[in-house]
T-cell receptor, first 114, second 111 residues
Framework: NAGVMQNPRHLVRRRGQEARLRCSPM?????VYWYRQLPEEGLKFMVY????????ESGMPKERFSAEFPKEGPSILRIQQVVRGDSAAYFC????????????FGPGTRLTVL | LAKTTQPISMDSYEGQEVNITCSHN???????ITWYQQFPSQGPRFIIQ???TKVTNEVASLFIPADRKSSTLSLPRVSLSDTAVYYC????????????FGGGTRLMVKP
């Protein structure tokens, strides 16, 4: 049973470029969550999606960041016009149920902005 | 969401039992307690979850007193590979599963 998959594992972008991070949830899971982790800190919630719907984006910066989880294919976190402060590890988690089910995390994408 | 407090760091030696306590004084009736383990450059890994009393699995035990204002993660006979950051999380079962991670406890296991 494959776990949560994320790609790329490492992504280097120059300031002003776009970053696209992909997340494939565990088989049978329809709920996806994105978190960001800065060095030496805990994870911070960004957005919670179900298929074709954004349920909670309260942790997402208002500008430059967007997320989607289409009917077919992986969930994508998109960061436009990246800045150095966007450098972080971005983790995706998935769960099978909205209420009380365990979230399983992927290996993360480490974004470095030059 | 209930706030959690846990020690910043702990040291132990191989073969010892390690107990990490987490305080969550404002835990709500429908909150569950979940512990995750995170190694450097990896995503958090689910360890154990409980609501009350004691839960045990092949990796750890979780002790929750009757008032549920704290919980203790117990790792039996730790090895060097248990060196990691351990996060205690408290979240309601129907909150859309937004997990709030604190700073965690950095466990260092020494030979």
């Amino acid at each position: 049973n494959a776990g949560v998959m994320q790609n790329p594992r490492h992504l280097v972008r120059r300031r002003g470029q776009e970053a696209r991070l992909r997340c494939s949830p565990m088989k049978g899971h329809s709920h996806v969550y994105w978190y960001r982790q800065l060095p030496e800190e805990g994870l911070k919630f960004m957005v919670y999606l179900q298929k074709e719907n954004i349920i909670d984006e309260s942790g997402m910066p208002k500008e430059r960041f967007s997320a989607e989880f289409p009917k077919e294919g992986p969930s994508i976190l998109r960061i436009q016009q990246v800045v150095r402060g966007d450098s972080a590890a971005y983790f995706c988690a998935s769960s099978g149920l909205a209420g009380g089910d365990t979230q399983y995390f992927g290996p993360g994408t480490r974004l470095t902005v030059l | 969401l209930a706030k959690t407090t846990q020690p910043i760091s702990m040291d132990s030696y191989e073969g010892q039992e390690v107990n990490i306590t987490c305080s969550h004084n404002n835990i709500a009736t429908n909150d569950y307690i979940t512990w995750y383990q995170q190694f450097p450059s990896q995503g958090p890994r689910f360890i154990i979850q409980g609501y009350k009393t004691k839960v045990t699995n092949e990796v750890a035990s979780l002790f929750i007193p009757a008032d549920r204002k704290s919980s203790t993660l117990s790792l039996p006979r730790v090895s060097l590979s248990d060196t990691a950051v351990y996060y205690c999380l408290v979240a309601p079962s129907n909150a859309g599963n937004m997990l709030t991670f604190g700073g965690g406890t950095r466990l260092m296991v020494k030979p």
